[in-house]
């Protein structure tokens, strides 16, 4: 969402598709930022101030872009140095950097392991070094959230089981979601993500929900303040068919991430998930 006061009318967005498809897939989006004149940029002839109201009274700011990127899917028996797609996709970024079409932050929307293990987590690491790079956008201004190939499923399995079968209404979520013993045995299944998530980016700016299934980030980009609302719609994944129509993105998960939100007064606001409405 953004507000109206920003943008000159509608935001315009432009994909810019990266090399490759499929795995490791990015689109480098942008937002055109237009700014209102200042009284005090205001040359104070006459000349200048009915060209001034001749031209609608804004001028056209650098773009804000932002870079998309998915599904990794990182395994100790692929390094990424080795595999065509990312590194296509480096060189890629680095090319279109040379050109001018910079990021100003990343967000990388689940599936970073194959299986939610630790080694797994370390070639993640290497990667997002390697992207920070090519890309010039540091560590801190890199947003992740988790998908379903981020869950160590050797964890937890009968726990899994059960809250599949509990969770049937609205009222049942709603009471699991309340932090406690239940919800933190689940959650056991994305540890090594989230271990990861604090190690790798230690002094990122995270508002968390009580849950612990959504954060906010606040980012300011020039004079935009955007709100960067990562929701966890994985933490009721298995994987394959049997996930379709069974994940979960519970009310309060949601409402507490906007009320998070809010507190920043952005004037733009991404919410990110990593599954998609119609399996959900």
């Not at 969402?1 to 432009?14: A, D, K, N």
Request: aromatic share 8%; hydrophobic share 40%.
């Amino acid at each position: 969402s953004v507000r109206p006061e920003v943008l000159e009318g509608r935001p315009q967005l432009f994909p810019r598709p990266t090399e490759g498809e499929g795995q490791g897939e990015g689109i480098l989006l942008t937002i055109v930022h237009r700014q209102r004149w200042a009284p005090q940029d205001i040359d104070k002839s006459p000349k200048t101030a009915e060209n001034h109201r001749n031209h609608g009274k804004i001028i056209v700011m650098r773009p804000i872009c932002w870079l998309h990127i998915s599904d990794i899917h990182m395994r100790v028996s692929e390094e990424w140095s080795h595999d065509v797609v990312l590194e296509a996709m480096c060189q890629n970024i680095t090319q279109q950097r040379r050109e001018g079409a910079s990021a100003d932050f990343i967000l990388a929307t689940g599936d970073l392991a194959f299986s939610g293990k630790v080694d797994e987590y370390r070639l993640v690491g290497e990667f997002f070094n390697a992207l920070s790079k090519a890309s010039g956008v540091s560590k801190e201004r890199i947003f992740c959230i988790p998908g379903n190939h981020d869950v160590d499923r050797d964890r937890q399995k009968m726990c899994f089981q059960g809250v599949r079968h509990v969770l049937l209404s609205t009222s049942h979520v709603d009471s699991f979601l309340i932090p406690g013993e239940d919800l933190e045995t689940l959650q056991q299944r994305q540890e090594t993500y989230r271990n990861f998530l604090g190690s790798y980016f230690q002094g990122q700016d995270r508002a968390w929900t009580p849950d612990g299934l959504g954060y906010v980030s606040c980012v300011v980009i020039d004079d935009v303040r955007f709100a960067i609302i990562g929701l966890n719609s994985a933490w009721l994944a298995e994987g394959g068919l049997s996930d379709h129509g069974k994940l979960l993105l519970g009310e309060r998960q949601a409402i507490d991430a906007v009320a998070l939100a809010r507190k920043l007064d952005p004037h733009v606001v991404i919410a990110m998930a990593h599954h998609p409405f119609h399996l959900l």
